[in-house]
């Protein structure tokens, strides 16, 4: 029996053909033309890496600045010993003992939490609550630092966040549907470098990044030609 696709879908593959792959350019060119939703969509970029994901050694991870940022508004809050300053950097909340609790008690009303140094060697114990949620603060990422002013601005500005999940694959977040094709091309471009960058000191394979696509939260997806990706 065939399969049976969305009206979404199939206004999508007049526009192209969803079997082959293209430059980054001609996606980013092709998704603008599908179908729009009521809402302004995320643009994702998808990652299928080589790595072994069951090694802690190849996690891949890392962060990049979105050179036309990300589109969405960013809701920060700080672990600190100096609220008042952070929340002058414009962080939505700030504390330490209060609000991890109130943390802890269930709040999650955030998309990235920054802590101090100093803070963090109370944080650790949220990580049961945050880890999961991946809202730790992290050095890696850049949220465990002391210039809390510098943090907060990277984040709202779109400094975006990539990790690998359990099955070797990132999605990152490069705009809206709301930007121009350039934007998304420059954001996603930004993306695909830091991603391929990441490669682990430790893999041996041929082909570190396997395979991209873009889509956006409504569209199918646009696989991206291998000729972009091939130097990682």
Known sequence: ????????????????????????KDAVEILAKFPKAKFDETVELSFRLGVDATSGEQNVRGTTPLPNGSGKKVRVIVFTDDP?????????????AELMKKV??????????????????????LARVLGPKGLMPNPKAGTV???VA??????????VEFKMDKTANIGVGVGKRSFTPAQILENAA????????SKPATYKGSQ????????????????????????Y
């Open 190 to 197: 930004a993306v695909l470098d830091a991603v391929g960058k």
């Open 145 to 147: 630092t002391d210039d």
């Open 150 to 159: 510098a943090g907060i601005k990277a984040v709202k500005a779109g400094r």
């Open 84 to 96: 008042q300053k952070a929340l002058a950097a414009g962080a939505d909340e700030a504390g330490l």
């Open 104 to 125: 802890s008690d269930g709040w999650l009303e955030f998309d990235v939490a920054i802590a101090t140094t100093e803070a963090m060697k109370q944080v650790r114990t």
């Open 208 to 231: 570190f990044i396997k395979g991209i696509t873009i889509s956006s939260s409504m569209s199918p997806s646009v696989k991206v030609a291998s000729t972009e990706f091939s130097k």
């Open 1 to 24: 029996m065939a399969k049976k696709h969305s009206k979404r879908y199939n206004s999508a593959i007049k526009v192209a053909d969803l079997t082959k792959d293209y430059p980054l």
